[in-house]
């Protein structure tokens, strides 16, 4: 079965700073992996997705991963964080079914 | 383009009784999912539709029901709600004709709806 894990269910950075939101995954299959981001009372927004075609994916607002087969990891960064970057961010495989398995997220707070 | 539009926004209930939950996908979406999302915890599966059938489900008992509709809308139904059911419901849809299959394929998301039982 699949699964993803989130290490650390919140992290708190300096604004400027880099960010690292880690995610492990278990799969028998090469792996969809995703990272979606949730801001208060409001749905989840993809960031990126890996699909095979490279192993460091950028996505929207100056995100980006790397994939790792080696470690089964996805880690989500960002090299300079802004204050609207605080949130929940979300990894998750998906089956081949389209059914999203998702972990169980990490809040990130930006200080100034 | 509207996105993902859920109905209602926010909903109370007591144990026992029954909600209907609605989902309105993306313009040229035909693939619904529906997810519940616990406080502080990740959304988790329920179901998913496509053509009007339930194609994949979720560990989640037969007192979630869902039904998609010929213009592709779908209702989440609750029955006999327990406190363990409050919850935000996210739906979310995607394209089954894109090129890669469904597990490729983004799924966008509702901003949900969040039920709460007294």
């Known amino acids: 079965a699949q699964s993803v894990t989130q290490l650390g269910s919140h992290v708190s950075v300096s604004e400027g700073a880099l960010v690292l939101l880690r995610c492990n995954y278990s799969s028998s299959v090469p792996p969809y992996l995703f990272w979606y981001v949730q801001y208060p009372n409001q749905g989840l927004q993809l960031l990126l997705k890996?699909?095979?075609?490279?192993?460091l994916v950028k996505g929207i607002n100056g995100f980006e991963a790397e994939f790792k087969k080696s470690e089964t990891s996805f880690h989500l960064t960002k090299p300079s964080a802004h204050m609207s970057d605080a949130a929940e961010y979300f990894c998750?495989?998906?089956?081949?079914?389209?059914?999203?398995?998702f972990g169980q997220g990490t809040e990130l707070s930006v200080k100034p | 383009d509207a996105g993902v539009t859920q109905s209602p926004t926010h909903l109370i209930k007591t144990r026992g009784q029954q909600v209907t939950l609605r989902c309105s996908p993306k313009?040229?979406?035909?693939?619904v999912s529906w997810y519940q999302q616990a406080l502080g915890q990740g959304p988790q599966f329920i179901f998913q539709y496509y053509e009007e059938e339930e194609r994949q489900r979720g560990n989640f008992p037969d007192r979630f029901s869902g039904h998609q509709f010929p213009n592709y809308s779908s209702e989440l139904n609750v029955n006999a709600l327990l406190l363990g059911d409050s919850a935000l419901y996210l739906c979310?849809?995607?394209?089954?004709?894109?090129?890669?299959?469904?597990?490729?394929?983004?799924?966008?998301f509702g901003p949900g709806t969040r039920l709460t039982v007294l």
């Open positions: 313009s040229g979406h035909d693939t």
């Open positions: 979310a849809s995607s394209d089954s004709g894109l090129a890669g299959g469904p597990s490729y394929n983004e799924q966008f």
């Open positions: 998750a495989v998906s089956d081949q079914g389209g059914k999203l398995i």
């Open positions: 890996y699909t095979s075609a490279a192993t």
